[in-house]
């Protein structure tokens, strides 16, 4: 397999979003030449990167595109199980490596966390949950359509967490959420239980790093990733890190409460009770060993932190988050008097 470099064409599918911001960048500038299809309308200031407006999901756009022929397709996509099924031989078929991004919330409990930890999808005894297509399940299902196609020319990734650019999580907060109140003045409602549990945030720049050493590596074939970094710290000590930096205010509360401010659907629960409340404790050397990085090398979370919102326009227009942030409001009004 090719080394990243001059002369390799790279297709980044949803190559916009909270790590493609970063990785583009990344593959630029080891020469890769690189084609981003989003549906942002983005223009290029390198000559290296062009971008098309279009939908990845159109099977017909895909078709065309992929005649082209890259030397190498990153898949940032969303797709149900089914639409996964339907496609991933295309992808495969037309491209010398698939790099497709799973999730570290397809691991379930258990610590540390390394590529062997088993996954929710095969030791749960949910069976409501496992009758679902949640996040961790239909990256699961969609990680077993790759190992059972016949290809040889896949590696799929699991990230942790990952902050970055107008990106920033707080156990399942998310910035219109954490970042709009905090700097609102207004505080945010936290699950009491989850404050005192190990979690990981990477930086997206670490994360573009990591695709950027395993892209091309023959050491990446036929092989499942965690990409994360091996620090961790309790969600408290986190909410800490916010409030030191950019002021954020948080009240804990019960964790029945803090399901129904979040919308009460099985998913909130299903993501806070079977990805935050775990303890998530990564064990990275596998990584580390096959990339070549060192884990000094990378971001401390709390410089990172500081480093994004320093950087974030204080004018930013997040996505609506008002349904939320009422029921926050009305909580808090209730039981802070």
Known sequence: ???????????????????????VPELASLGCTVRVVSLDDVVSNDPNV??????????????????EK?????????YSTEEFRCRHELLLKNT??????????????????????PRLLDVSEDREFLATE?????????????????????????????????????????????????????PVVLPREALSVQGTMNWAGDVARMFSRLLFNP?????????ATAEHHAWGEIAEYYKEII??????????????????????????NYDRMFNRVVDNSKLLRVTGLRQEEL???????????????????????????KRMDDYLKKHRN
Not at 171 to 184: D, F, G, S
């Open 247 to 272: 002021g954020l205010e948080y009240v804990a509360a019960d964790t029945e409460d803090y399901i129904g401010i979040m919308g009460g659907s099985c998913w909130a629960r299903y993501q806070l």
């Open 70 to 78: 890259f030397d190498a397709i990153v898949d940032f996509m969303i």
């Open 50 to 67: 062009s971008y098309v407006r279009a939908d990845a999901h159109d099977i017909g756009f895909m078709e065309k595109l992929l005649a």
């Open 134 to 186: 949640d996040y961790s399940l239909y990256k699961a299902r969609e990680e077993d359509i790759l190992q059972n196609s016949g290809y040889e020319n896949w590696t799929i990734v699991r990230p942790a967490i990952t902050y970055s650019k107008f990106r920033y999580q707080l156990v399942t907060l998310e910035a219109p959420v954490l970042i709009a109140r905090a700097l609102a003045g207004l």
């Open 219 to 227: 050491a990446a074939v036929r092989e499942c990733f965690t990409l």
């Open 1 to 23: 397999m090719k080394e990243v470099g001059k002369n390799r064409r790279v297709l980044v599918l949803g190559g916009t979003g909270a790590m493609g911001v970063y990785l």
């Open 299 to 325: 971001m401390p979370l709390r410089q990172g932190l500081e480093r994004e919102l320093a950087a974030l326009p204080r004018n930013t227009v997040w996505p609506d988050a008002g349904a939320v942030w």
């Open 96 to 117: 010398g490596h698939y790099i497709f991004l799973s999730s570290y919330r397809v691991y379930s409990g258990g610590v540390p966390v390394t590529e062997e930890t």
